[in-house]
């Protein structure tokens, strides 16, 4: 079936630093998307890509649907305390019952 | 606007016994989901629906059913529950239309032992 790859797996950073994350896959979507899991909580949608190239901000967070379509990168800028949690890239296709496949998830730890 | 709302929020069962997961959304969302996260894996889809009535296998179908008798609840049955059914279930639902992504609950922790 399809599989994304998302990295990395873990990362232990210091408040304030920027970070980034990023996705690919073998297959084509046409939606890409960002959730945010917060412990004993379901995830969250952080951003939604809709086109090839598209970059799209949420504040902090910066997201972009790559070129290929089978890549997307999320940017984190000046972390803060609340940024720690389970980041999701989620790949969908439109057709059909417009399943998620989901990355394994990049667990993100700050250190104040 | 209770959005998706999963009961029970936790259970423990023993090896052989059954339980039925509930899921109930308001907010008129045609398709609903239900999925397990497992450590290191990802979210992993079990079945899902498009509307009420129908049902569909997803990823990881084996040993739970399902049923959609209604458009807003979404039932996830284990009939004889396994060590391996240990896990996060986790609810979703959408609208049909373009890519809008999902809307989960809060998730329902299950150890068998």
């Known amino acids: 079936g399809q599989q994304l790859n998302q990295s990395p797996q873990s990362m232990f950073i210091q408040e304030g630093e920027d970070v980034s994350m990023n996705c690919t896959s073998s297959?084509?979507?046409?939606?890409w998307l960002w959730y945010k899991q917060d412990p004993g909580e379901g995830p969250v949608l952080l951003i939604a890509?809709?086109?090839?190239?598209e970059l799209t901000s949420n504040g902090r967070l910066t997201a972009q649907f790559g070129i290929t379509r089978k890549d997307s990168f999320l940017n984190i800028s000046a972390s803060i305390p609340s940024d720690v949690g389970i980041y999701f890239c989620?790949?969908?296709?439109?057709?059909?019952?417009?399943?998620?496949?989901f990355g394994q998830g990049t667990r993100l730890t700050i250190n104040p | 606007n209770a959005g998706v709302t999963q009961t029970p929020k936790f259970r423990v069962l023993k090896t052989g016994q059954s339980m039925t997961l509930l899921c109930a959304q308001d907010?008129?969302?045609?398709?609903m989901y239900w999925y397990r996260q497992d450590p290191g894996m990802g979210l992993r889809l079990i079945h899902y629906?498009?509307?009420?009535?129908?049902?569909a296998k997803g990823e990881v179908p084996d040993g739970y059913n399902v049923s959609r008798l209604k458009k807003q609840n979404f039932l996830l049955g284990l009939e004889s529950a396994a060590p391996s059914q240990t896990s996060v279930y986790f609810c979703?639902?959408?609208?049909?239309?373009?890519?809008?992504?999902?809307?989960f609950g809060s998730g329902t922790r299950l150890t068998v032992v």
């Open positions: 629906s498009v509307g009420e009535g129908t049902t």
């Open positions: 979703a639902s959408s609208y049909s239309t373009r890519g809008y992504g999902y809307t």
């Open positions: 890509l809709y086109k090839a190239g």
């Open positions: 297959s084509i979507f046409n939606t």
């Open positions: 989620a790949g969908q296709l439109i057709q059909g019952a417009q399943k998620l496949v």
């Open positions: 907010m008129n969302h045609e398709y």
